[in-house]
């Protein structure tokens, strides 16, 4: 019997979500039991608005690989806490279009949605299937080994950091950069952005991540005994969630002792905060780059192994929701051994719902080689390969635009 | 008669910088007149500290191919205006090492020295020539159609802009993006982050340039009139020297009105400033990012017609120091047409020496379609091509590293 599949994107956005996307209207495409392939605007919230848009134009391979190099997210995303009064209009709306199959893709948050809706049709017996699907640049998911989105984001920092070690060390002064990277629970980027270090190179010396307490004297005294030692240029990576052993954010403090001064709670990220702190203590030229949503969405960096896996997802979670799974999310595994081996799984989505996956505790001594050599091990095989780019008359990269009221580019 | 030639890079980096050394070394190489081919290592202060590197071994087509893709600069760079004292210094030590071609290689500050040094070995009637080999992403060398190095900050503008374009309107809420840019007192770098909008897409819809005084009444009036007519996202491009009527940098008054509170002074970027403004007056989701010195050092982005044109004009200074002139630049025009083509003229220093060009006035009105498809036809040939890559082991970009003490990355 057919039935019509829906597909909403939720949380943050990444450079492979869209890659995603691509897989499942692919394999929704190529189903015989599925008819309709649409998109809910915006999310869970494009559901409750009943703001649609048909997918099935776009299942032609031209437009499915503009949509794989395209960034951000193609139909629109929301940040959004489902309460159970809007259980039972979510049922009616998906029930009236035909909805069998319902997949969200998304993060930790997200994966609450897809948690709260299969049990409540679950409950109701209904038959509608709930399938999550992962994605999300911090990589911090549980259950699994990465996450899809992550390896493209850990390419841009690698890039980038390479890139600015480069223009930071050109002068004959000491000086101080600070990179401030995404992660506000995990340091998965900020070990990221450490990668020139663990393959060899000088920078950056610094890495800072949530998992370790910070202290701002310990951190002075670290670029001090740099300068000391005879390097010119300390370059340092900061997550921006790093906390001071109290637990408290660093920089919050003096930040929210300002907010009643004009403008100033939005002048102090963490990044901007370090660089007064070395400037004042310190006393040496500072620069503090945040690397902001460019680690999200430069689709121009993405890692072709990011897509691919990002794609194979996306196509296996319509077949999870086809074989009449529900309540459960994807999840990407490596095969033991020396050989890079992705691997799909299928794990209740109650395992990685409002969780978060930390830097293991092993890795806290990144001056310890070993630790070293399996940072690079890691993260290595997630960073490969250049995306073929589709182009347009102007020799720029095309991006697909979709007919949405609403949303234009 | 043998002799030897000296480069010395100087000013801020960009990702073409090393293409032109590049150039250099493979026409120097291949000149029987010349024998030694040394880099100064900080350019002029590396003459006056006799910190040099030998540059011949580099001559290989490997080699430069490897420092061609190297972001900023190879052999380091200063900021330092020459005094009349240290032109003797300079003339002895360049005589005592077989110098007689010099080859500065810099923007609108570092041209005040090649006109110095070039008029005082001519009063000396000193046998050394002196020749300037132009770069800046800024664009605001006078006497060219453009820089080499432009090219590439543009292209690199131009992907980030899509992007963060992308990034920004995936939520149904009203919002501003402010991209802060460089270019503190010319707005080339500015126009090339509104090229998307220049081809036709919704946004940025806001540009600030340093040309046009910045009123902020009329910026937040702007923003005001886009969300009466629609549109949930407004996208702003400002470059970080844009000035208010009476010609004070927009944020500066806030920012000096603060220094002597902790570490303000350094938290207010006029895109910092212009955010926490946006959030005040309108009180939407605002968020600044500053494009920092990624635009001018993102290899990755490099556009390969800069990277030509960088290397031709690096070649071109030695035929030019060869045929005996000095106290001239090299400057790129372009022949007119409808198909771009660029050539390398020589022009008198002092026709570009501490001289500012400025997007020309005709081109204020960004709304007139003519001014569009104007700015559309001067950018895009600029921004075309992707350079091969020489990759390492692991997959990814190889730079050049030279053997030199006190400059490791």
Redesign the interface.
């Known amino acids: 019997m057919a039935t019509s599949i829906m597909i909403g994107l939720s949380g943050g ?1 990444s450079t492979a979500i869209n890659a995603t996307l691509a897989g499942i209207i692919r394999r929704a495409a190529a189903a015989p039991e599925i008819d309709g392939i649409l998109g809910a605007v ?1 999310g869970i ?1 494009g559901v409750l608005a009943e703001e649609f848009v048909d997918l099935r134009p776009c299942a032609d391979e031209e437009q499915l690989r503009i949509l794989r190099q ?4 193609a139909i ?4 959004k806490k489902l309460v159970p009064e809007e259980y039972p209009q979510i049922e009616e709306i998906l029930t009236r279009k035909g909805i069998g199959l319902f997949l969200y893709v998304g993060g930790n948050d997200s994966m609450d949605t897809v948690l709260k809706l299969s049990r409540y049709f679950q409950e109701r017996k209904s038959p509608i299937r709930v399938v999550g699907v992962p994605k999300t640049i911090d990589n911090d998911l549980p259950a699994c080994d990465h996450s899809p989105g992550f390896g493209s984001a850990a390419k841009y920092l ?3 950091m ?11 002064v000491q000086n101080v950069v600070i990179a401030e990277t995404m992660g506000r629970d995990s340091g998965w980027l900020t070990l990221s952005a450490g990668l020139p270090r663990f ?1 060899g ?3 950056p010396q610094i890495l800072a991540i949530p998992e370790v307490p910070f202290v701002e004297e310990d951190f002075l005294e670290q670029i001090r005994r740099i300068f000391r030692q005879g ?2 240029t300390v370059v340092c990576a900061v997550s921006e969630g790093i906390r001071d052993p109290q637990g408290t954010y660093v920089g919050m403090a ?1 930040k929210s002792g ?1 907010s009643d001064v ?3 709670q ?3 990220g963490v990044g ?2 370090l ?3 070395v ?2 203590e310190i006393g040496c030229k ?2 503090s ?2 690397l ?3 680690q ?6 993405a890692s072709e192994q990011d897509l691919r896996e990002a794609e194979a997802v996306g196509a296996e979670a319509v077949e999870l929701a086809l074989r009449g799974e529900s309540g459960v999310t994807l999840a990407l595994q490596r095969k033991p051994g020396a050989v890079y081996a992705p691997e799909i799984t299928a794990v209740p989505v109650e395992r990685i719902a409002n969780q978060v996956r930390n830097v293991p505790e092993e890795w806290f001594q990144l001056e310890d080689p070993q630790v070293r050599e399996e940072i690079r091990a890691y993260l ?1 095989p997630l ?3 250049e995306p073929e780019q589709l182009l347009d008359e ?4 095309k ?1 697909l635009e979709l007919p949405m009221e ?4």
């Open positions: 956005p915006h919230q395209t960034p951000a997210m629109g995303s929301c940040r690698y890039h980038t390479s890139e600015i070690i480069r223009d930071s060390v050109i002068y004959p393959l190179k000088t920078h390097d010119r003096a300002k004009f403008g100033h939005y002048l102090s901007k905060y660089e007064a702190l400037t004042r500072v620069r780059i945040e902001n949503v460019m999200r969405c430069a689709a121009h960096l290595l960073i490969q390969g102007h020799g720029l990269p991006y609403g949303l234009r580019f």
